[in-house]
């Protein structure tokens, strides 16, 4: 069955970068988009953006333009997502998504078991 | 950006009711709408797309409803497993935009 595995929690400084990765199994990784999204503790969902593995197309949420890269490495079926210059309010769960098919904009059919990243000094 | 709101906030049912969530989207997204649920701890699952299929596995008590701009999650007739937070996303265009969100507590 599908499965989205991410890598553990990390904890980081103001400033930092973290790199959370995400890997898939049991599907054509290249056939589905993966997207990126978070929560702050006790808060909603906030969709950070999307990348195609199949070219690596990426896009990106607005409030976090300039700060995150989304890249796939195809032969391991893996994304990875990472922020830069962390701010203690990038403190939240991060999970992987897998897209639904049919569509680039889509619902998120699987998800990974989330990252918990907690920015603090 | 098409900003999606959810209410009630909370809603407070018994186990065996009936319960309706609404969804409203701040302009057309068509039936490109999907609902979650979420329970503590774990990561949202799909429980429905496209406004009205039900995702794989998920049982016939959920039902949902509506297009364009009114959409509605349906439970119809609340089971333990079933108290949880319900989020609605539209996909219709870039951002994703989710609503904030409907806590279903138990009365």
């Known amino acids: 069955h599908v499965q989205l595995v991410q890598s553990g929690a990390e904890m980081k400084r103001p400033g930092a970068s973290v790199r959370v990765s995400c890997r898939a199994s049991d599907y054509p990784f290249t056939n589905y988009g993966i997207n990126w999204v978070r929560q702050a503790p006790g808060q909603g969902l906030e969709w950070m953006g999307w990348i195609n593995p199949y070219d690596g197309y990426t896009k990106y949420g607005q409030s976090l333009q300039g700060r995150v890269t989304m890249t796939t490495d195809t032969s391991t079926s893996t994304a990875y997502m990472e922020l830069k210059s962390l701010r203690f309010d990038d403190t939240a769960v991060y999970y992987c998504?897998?897209?639904?098919?049919?569509?680039?904009?889509?619902?998120?059919?699987?998800w990974g078991q989330g990252t918990l990243v907690t920015v603090s000094s | 950006e098409i900003v999606m709101t959810q209410f009630p906030v909370t809603l407070s049912v018994s186990a065996g009711e009936r319960a309706t969530l609404s969804c409203r989207a701040s302009q057309s997204v068509g039936s490109n709408l999907a609902w979650y649920q979420q329970k503590p701890g774990q990561p949202p699952r799909l429980l429905m797309y496209g406004a009205s299929t039900r995702a794989t596995g998920i049982p016939a008590r959920f039902s949902g409803s509506g297009s364009e701009t009114e959409f509605t999650l349906t439970i119809s007739s609340l089971q333990s497993e079933d108290f949880a937070v319900y989020y609605c996303q539209q996909y219709k265009n870039w951002p994703l935009t989710f609503g904030g969100g409907t806590k279903v507590e138990i009365k």
């Open positions: 998504a897998r897209g639904c098919p049919g569509s680039i904009t889509s619902c998120f059919s699987h």
